[in-house]
């Protein structure tokens, strides 16, 4: 539009952001976009990629071990953390060069820094100021660290991305998504993790099921769990951090890292200044559409905490460039989401746990499979595999699956499909098994699960 120096100017160049202004300037847009640290946002810099690459260098310990039953012998290999973590560092330079080079195929222009609302219509980065018909506000989350004494020692994900060293004693305090991740990448690596969860369960939101079995599992790989037990005191020690907890033990260990949430970025670019409307955990308030209370300004992503995963960011952004400069009208559906946890073993579902389909549906069957997965037959190792099927008695369509076990993520998505098709279970009975697999189960599995026996266990 006449009159502004740009169409669209987005602050943030995550995910989110970057496909909006990608599909708004091949709908013709002027498209601008500043960013303040690396164009990629979380998910390519600290976030998903690097994250899942320390999760691949983990895991090669239990295979190296497992080869053994396999016949193989000579395998007393050493791990060397520098080697990762500049080779991590060299794909993610690689990836931001690729996103960089997107944004300028597309026609977008890039300005470095800050990005500070002045009003409806303008911006500030820096010493420029930008005006534009529409504003998207993309600026991701960033950890919480709780307000404890010594928290200034403590780490969080995005510093562990970048340690100089491997640490040998390891604490993580959390027992989510990032606190699941990296007890698993520093206890594969040779760490001794200490994991700190506050309440009697971890992942808390997730199947019941899966959390029992989680907390059991990531103990007979090694890490130290301890529930119920929070953190009082941080402090320095000749051998490193002295670390008090609730529970009035002190453990020595030489890194401490928070994965206790995210919260969203929005403080400092002038939200408040422009009257944008926030939430009670500060994130901005947007309508189906992505629109916040001020007509010009759209909010997608984290900042939106709606949820937090990075293909939800990228849809968000479809969803508004498609519908703003497309012409193409489309909201994001959050509706059956799968979901991962990169942990080790993996975890990942899609739909309702089961307590969530008991209190909306009432009348529910459940279908569970556990099992040592073929592999472990030979390797010996004690890792079980769960899947878990959650379908309405009344009309036999299947409302959630779940699943722990090493291909669990690649093997929820096609689950995904069925069921945000409304797939029935026995849709997924007449479906033939690729055997001998763990994702077979899924179609496989006949015997309902008694709810006593469900809870028992
Ligand atoms: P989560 O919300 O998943 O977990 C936070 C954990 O920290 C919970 O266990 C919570 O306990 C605990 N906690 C919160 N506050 C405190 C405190 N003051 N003291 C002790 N413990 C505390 O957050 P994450 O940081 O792990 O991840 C943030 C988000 O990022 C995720 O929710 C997810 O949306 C996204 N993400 C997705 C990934 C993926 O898709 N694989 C990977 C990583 C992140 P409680 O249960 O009691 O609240």
Redesign the pocket.
Known sequence: MAGYDYDLFIIGAGSGAVRAGRIAARYGARVGVCENYRVGGTCVVR??IP?KLLVYASHFAEDFEDAVSYGWSGLAPTHDWATLIANKNKEIDRLNGIYIRLLNNAGVEIIEGTGKLIDAHTVNVGDKTVTAERILVATGGW??M?DISGIELAISSNEAFELPERRERVVI???????L?FSGIFNGLGSHVTQL???DH?L?GFDDDVRRMMGDEIRKKGIDLRLNT?VTLIEKSDAGLKITLTTGDVIEADAIMY????SPNTSGIGLEDVGVELDDDGAIKVDEWSRTNIESIYAVGDVTNR???TPVALNEGLCFAETVYGGNPRKMDHADVP????SQPAVSGVGLTEAEARAEFGDIDIYRAKFRALRHTLSGRDEQTMTKLIVDAATDRVLGAHMIGPDAPEIIQGIAVAIKMKATKAQLDSTIGIHPTAAEEFVTMREKIEPEKAAAE
Do not use: D, H, Q
């Open positions: 976030g998903c994250k950890p919480i709780p305090v959390g027992g989510g998504y990032i606190a991740e969860y506050r309440r971890i808390r929070n994965a206790t949430g995210r949820l937090n995963l979901w991962a946890v990169f």
